[in-house]
């Protein structure tokens, strides 16, 4: 694949090559972050593709806007793992030119075939194998598949998420699976690291699960502590008062004046200093104890007026606080396009947001389009030997 890089360009990873057997979110995801960085990214896809390419609609030349999101940067070879000759051209693609590796087919799938970790390592002491599962390596669910609301389900994000009395809810971002893909990044960064000074690979393992349970970790810990479920939190957090959301008259806004110290500058901004002297709400113990009544008050205070109002006279008292803004706020939001959080995908129409850190000033940007399905059947097959 030519080089399109600038001076300008952060490709930290250039020359690092990576194969992703990957489909929908968590493996995509991670390959995404690689391959913004600027290593080669070639996904091996299956006879009918990702399973993301169909996620629609809204689709957006030619695949689901979601698969185009986590897949630009990246060369598309189409592999029939039915197929003796299409697995061993896999496996020597990745034993002459891959670093790393990551997968997050079906369980069981990659052994059966013989592409596993420890099969390739065996061939290639170097490679970094990393397996993005679902419920882990090891236990009685080692073998079932996972998907982000499942794992949302069964590793206590739900219960903890809407509020008392209704129905659990999904969070509407794919926490889990693009968690998983950060930790499984993590580790891959972790394991080149060491490979400087080995030269040595290793078999990584990361799962929807495991991700799910880092994620209410501090939700877990009151639960250790205490022996008593925090319950569905709504918009606020167990033990903070007042931290949470209130409607105005026109939406919504968050204040989070979760310490005495801010407490001391919220009472005054809406019209209660009283309730400075009121031994119900003297510290935070205090307000967590008492905050049926607290909450109460400040939901009909802040029904009284618009969100802005809010927003400026919180903010001119030192009181962190947001608007609950939507997508399309947000994205059009002046602190989004200062920071050039959106960026135009070369040779396309499509806009995407970037990674959310920078170099030295210098946000990594796409170079590719995301690839068709086997556009680059060339890399692996030779004289046509093309889709299956």
Request: net charge negative; charged share 20%; with cysteine.
């Amino acid at each position: 694949m030519p080089s399109t890089s600038s001076p300008r360009d952060v490709r930290p990873f250039e020359g690092l090559v990576v194969v992703e057997l990957g489909h929908s979110v968590a493996a995509p995801f991670a390959a995404h972050i690689l391959s913004e960085l600027g290593a080669r990214v070639i996904k091996i896809e299956k006879q009918d593709g990702d399973d993301a390419r169909k996620w629609g609609p809204p689709f957006w030349e030619g695949a689901s806007a979601f698969f185009q999101a986590l897949n630009r940067n990246k060369s598309s070879v189409v592999c029939n793992f039915h197929d003796p000759a299409h697995v061993e051209a896999v496996q020597t693609l990745i034993q002459n030119e891959a670093d790393v590796v990551l997968q997050n087919l079906r369980p069981g799938q990659v052994e059966k075939i013989g592409i596993d970790g420890p099969s390739l390592c065996a061939r290639k002491p170097s490679l970094i194998y990393c397996n993005l599962g679902a419920f882990g390596s090891e236990g009685p669910l080692k073998d079932r598949p996972g998907y982000d609301p499942l794992m949302q389900a069964f590793g206590g994000i739900m219960s903890t998420t809407g509020e008392e009395g209704r129905p659990s809810v999904r969070v509407g971002a794919s926490i889990v699976d693009m968690g998983t893909g950060m930790w499984s990044i993590i580790g891959i960064l972790t394991a080149l690291y060491e490979r400087q000074q080995t030269g040595r690979g290793r078999v990584l393992d990361v799962s929807l699960f495991e991700t799910a349970t880092s994620w209410v970790s501090l939700l877990a810990a009151q639960y250790l502590a205490s022996g008593q479920l925090a319950g569905k939190q709504g918009s606020g957090a167990p033990g903070i008062v007042p931290y949470k959301a209130y409607a105005t008259r026109d939406g919504e806004i968050v204040v989070a004046a979760g310490s005495d110290g801010l407490f001391k500058r919220l009472a005054p901004a809406v019209g209660h200093p009283e309730w400075l002297d009121d031994p119900r709400y003297a510290d935070n113990p205090s307000r967590v104890a008492h905050q049926a009544e607290l909450y109460g008050q400040l939901d009909a205070i802040m029904y009284t007026q618009d969100t802005a109002t809010w927003v400026s006279r919180l903010e001119a008292a030192g009181i962190p606080c947001s608007a609950v803004q939507n997508m399309a706020q947000m994205v059009a939001h002046p602190q989004t396009q200062a920071l050039g959080l959106i960026q135009d995908v070369p040779g396309t129409g499509m806009r995407f947001f970037g990674l959310p850190l920078r170099f030295d000033g210098e946000r990594p940007r796409s170079h590719l389009p995301p690839p068709k399905l086997g556009e680059h059947q060339h890399l692996i097959f030779k004289d046509g030997d093309t889709l299956p």
